[in-house]
């Protein structure tokens, strides 16, 4: 498979490309654990079926020492045990934000209350605007048809 762009060449995508890029760099800046970035990233790219990014996002969690266990249950969080409740609370706000099409409400309040006992303030928008970045990233690579597997940790700096 390849993809409809060279999204890194053509001048108009390159360029949001350095802004989403630029804000991935703000989000992993901030205080939000990686751990659950990591988390956030791999959940909302399986929903999408980004296999680009699914890829990405798994290699470079096992890179920074996340378990094959950990990585394997991440699409069956609700069932497994391995993970904190908050990781538990960031990945269902994840999936209620990823989803906001199948909600009529959008985000439930008690999602948000969940996520706001275990995360500060600063964490909070850390947490929402990843979730809306690697919601973006996943709608380009999905579009352009990103062909997935061939990723290497650091490739992308």
Same mark, same amino acid.
């Given at each position: 498979m390849n993809p409809r762009l060279d999204l890194y060449r053509n001048p108009v995508s390159s360029k949001v490309l350095k802004h989403l890029y630029a804000a991935s760099k703000a989000l992993a800046d901030s205080t939000l654990p990686h751990t659950v970035q990591r988390l956030v990233?791999?959940?909302?790219?399986?929903? @999408?079926?980004?296999?680009f990014c699914t890829d990405m996002h798994t290699k470079d969690a096992a890179h920074a020492g996340e378990t094959s266990v950990r $990585?394997?249950?991440?699409?069956a969080w609700r069932e497994a045990t391995v993970f904190t409740e908050?990781?538990?609370a960031a990945l269902e706000l994840t999936?209620?934000?990823?989803?906001?099409?199948?909600?009529?409400?959008?985000?439930?309040?008690?999602?948000?209350?969940?996520?706001?006992?275990?995360?500060?303030?600063?964490? $909070?928008?850390? $947490?929402?605007?990843?979730?809306?970045?690697? @919601?973006?990233?996943?709608?380009? @690579?999905?579009? @352009?048809?990103?062909?997935?597997?061939?990723?290497?940790?650091?490739?992308f700096g």
């Open positions: 990233e791999i959940r909302a790219s399986q929903i @999408n079926g980004c296999g $990585l394997n249950l991440v699409a908050a990781e538990r999936e209620q934000g990823t989803r906001i099409a199948d909600a009529a409400g959008g985000v439930t309040d008690d999602a948000w209350a969940n996520a706001a006992k275990h995360y500060d303030e600063d964490q $909070l928008a850390a $947490l929402v605007s990843l979730i809306a970045v690697i @919601n973006t990233y996943n709608r380009v @690579n999905v579009i @352009n048809q990103q062909p997935a597997g061939s990723y290497e940790v650091g490739q």
